[in-house]
Nanobody, 123 residues
Framework: VQLQASGGGLVQAGGSLRLSCAAS????????TGWFRQAPGKEREFVAF????????DYTDSVKGRFTISRDNAKNTVYLQMNSLRPEDTAVYYC?????????????????WGQGTLVTVSS
């Protein structure tokens, strides 16, 4: 299984980016997809997750109301729309594939990871 994360870049504070995570397999309801991020000198942290149906999502408190996770199962792709970006959102963003039923908050629980895409927000 391979995950390809893309869409990162340099943006000014208050701007927007949309990240994409494309899977090499047709995912099923057995999987959930999560986004994590890792800022320089910090540990990887949970950002958002979504179930296969899209019916269940969750976000870390610092991005609620600004980020939206969604998916297009026909394209095997999960998106992270990031609005009102702040300098503290600067990080490498990773998407991961996890088995449903495992903790979606813990990076160590994820079975597969993409290579990461860098988001830089300037003040």
């Amino acid at each position: 299984v391979q995950l390809q994360a893309s869409g990162g870049g340099l943006v000014q504070a208050g701007g927007s980016l949309r990240l994409s995570c494309a899977a090499s397999i047709r995912t099923t309801s057995a999987y959930v997809t999560g986004w994590f991020r890792q800022a320089p000198g910090k540990e990887r942290e949970f950002v958002a997750f979504i179930t296969y149906s899209g019916g269940v999502t969750d976000y870390t408190d610092s991005v609620k109301g600004r980020f939206t996770i969604s998916r297009d199962n026909a394209k095997n792709t999960v998106y992270l729309q990031m609005n009102s970006l702040r300098p503290e959102d600067t990080a490498v963003y990773y998407c991961g594939l996890n088995y449903r039923g495992r903790s979606y908050l813990l990076g160590s629980a994820y079975a597969y990871w993409g290579q990461g895409t860098l988001v830089t927000v300037s003040s």
